[in-house]
């Protein structure tokens, strides 16, 4: 996808600050996902596939004029 280890490291580092949780338990060279790590994944997977459903019905079957955007804050 064109991202670093290091870059990708440094994300999921900042990630596991932010919810004050362990996502990932490294292994020697190797990382394996936690139960949090496992959960996170999960639904954010499932979040990812409604985001790609709105953006179908949005676009009503023809290709859409504008990109989707939605944001979010933190609470």
Known sequence: LGYTPSAV???VKKLERDLDAVLLERRGRGVL?????RALASEGRE?????ERLEALAAGGS????????ASGKH
């Open 9 to 11: 490291s440094q994300q």
């Open 33 to 37: 996902l936690t139960d949090r790590g």
């Open 47 to 51: 979040l990812l596939d409604g985001l």
């Open 63 to 70: 290709r859409a004029s504008a990109p989707l955007r939605i």
